[in-house]
């Protein structure tokens, strides 16, 4: 009864406007429809500064290849901007402010996090804010030991690793599930002092799931002030994932059919609305394409004859049956 509204919510919508597309409530968990009009204006970036080094420039203008994420390549802009005046008001001798830019990041998975992780680091290196820019990503298992005294050894290996660039602790609120007694709390304890020992070298950034993360936060209220920069990311919309699905395989060197990028939407609707809470995302859509790229391989392998044409499209087939397989 209850799909049946839904299908029938669906079908209405679709023959009123295609531009309009479904979208799951925003943690996935309610059956709450959002509409969301995809003829909104996207917003507008900050022009690139031709002043700005050539390699910020390249890395700003990558980072406006990625899908959707409009806010948060907004705010990247505007961090990098800030950055580099904040220089040269340094230059001038003009009053200028220390740059904090530990960041706590809220999203499902699958939402691009550290994606845009990576781009941080490689921006800011090209800022001279970083002087590596890799990113070390770790969880809860890589900080927290087994025995008293562990815990500081393990997270100061951790923290050593990320010097000159990106320590990103994923579901990092889970350090503070055990309560005091647990050694997350002490992973803790020695992540903030680190963040005062290494401010120049580390930029910190936790992440996780948007309630766990405001939990965590208000359990620890001294962290809150310690990251300044909070970036929230939405699940993407059916549209924005066919999208990054058909980025995807133009990277690879792949075309979807016309038929089968109908088809990959109408799939990757239904994953949305009947499948676990957080399918939709883009690590789903990345699985699905890396499946029908395979599937692609072994419907052309016993083939006499095949084409440059053949080897680039991606069919209804293809995607058909790897939907049916992930
Ligand atoms: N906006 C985007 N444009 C293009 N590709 C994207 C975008 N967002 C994510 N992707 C791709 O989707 C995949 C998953 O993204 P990513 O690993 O950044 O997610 P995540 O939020 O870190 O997930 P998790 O929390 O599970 O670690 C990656 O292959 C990434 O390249
Ligand atoms: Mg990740």
Not at 132 to 137: D, F, L, M, T
Not at 271 to 281: T, V
Not at 319 to 326: G, P
């Amino acid at each position: 009864m209850h799909n049946t509204i839904i299908d029938i919510v669906r079908e209405v919508a679709e023959v009123l406007a295609l531009k309009y597309s479904f979208q799951p409530n925003k943690n996935g968990r309610t059956n709450v429809i959002q509409i969301k009009n995809l003829n909104e204006k996207p917003v507008k970036l900050t022009p690139v500064d031709s002043d700005s080094p050539k390699g910020v420039q390249q890395i700003l203008k990558e980072i406006e290849t990625l899908i959707g994420l409009d806010n948060i390549k907004q705010l990247l802009f505007e961090i990098q901007a800030y950055v580099e005046i904040q220089k040269k008001r340094k230059m001038e001798n003009l009053h200028n402010e220390p740059i904090v830019l530990h960041m706590i990041f809220k999203g499902n998975p699958g939402t691009g996090k550290t994606t845009v992780a990576r781009y941080i680091g490689k921006l800011f290196k090209e800022l001279n804010v970083l002087n590596k820019g890799h990113i070390v990503e770790i969880e809860r298992a890589d900080l927290v030991g087994e025995y008293i005294g562990h815990t500081a050894i393990k997270t100061k290996e951790q923290i050593q690793k990320a010097l000159g660039g990106v320590l990103f602790i994923d579901e990092a609120y889970s350090l503070a599930r055990g309560g005091e007694k647990d050694f997350g709390k002490e992973a803790i304890d020695v992540i903030v002092k680190a963040m005062e020992d290494y401010k120049d070298q580390i930029i910190f950034i936790l992440a996780g799931y948007k309630d766990e993360m405001e939990w965590f936060l208000k359990c620890n209220p001294g962290l809150r002030s310690r990251f300044p920069i909070h970036i929230e990311f939405p699940d993407y919309s059916i549209n924005e994932l066919v999208k990054i699905a058909e980025l995807m395989l133009k990277n690879r060197e792949y075309i979807l059919t016309k038929d089968a990028k109908i088809i990959l939407k109408n799939k990757i609707q239904e994953k949305l609305f009947y499948g676990h809470e957080h399918s939709g995302n883009a690590r789903m859509v990345r699985n699905l394409i890396e499946k029908a790229i395979r599937l692609q391989a072994v419907r052309l392998i016993e083939r006499k004859n095949i084409t440059r044409e053949d080897l680039l499209l991606i069919t209804i087939e293809d995607i058909q049956e790897a939907t049916r397989a992930i």
